[in-house]
């Protein structure tokens, strides 16, 4: 996960200096898109994380927790 993260964020910085360039080649809006996909699957994981320390603190039944998990995975873009 984390290195999909990496990856975008790469691709996106790495697309910001050559825009013309990029954009009479068509991969303007593939890096626009890229770099959206990476943040989305950040917030996703970060939602996990929030989900699971709920879990271990004890705010949120066994029932719960597992529905909340099924709900983001199913959002992930990543399954």
Do not use: P
């Not at 068509?26 to 989900?51: F, P, Q, S, T």
């Not at 039944?61 to 873009?77: A, M, P």
């Amino acid at each position: 996960m984390k290195k999909t993260i990496i990856v975008m964020s790469f691709l996106a910085l790495s697309l910001t200096g050559c825009t013309e360039r990029w954009t009479s080649l068509g991969l303007g809006a593939a890096g626009g898109a890229a770099a959206g996909a990476g943040g989305y699957e950040y917030h996703i994981n970060k939602e996990k994380d929030r989900v699971e320390q709920d879990y271990n603190d004890g705010k949120i039944t066994k029932e719960e927790y597992d529905i909340r998990i099924d709900q983001i995975n199913r959002d992930s873009l990543l399954k």
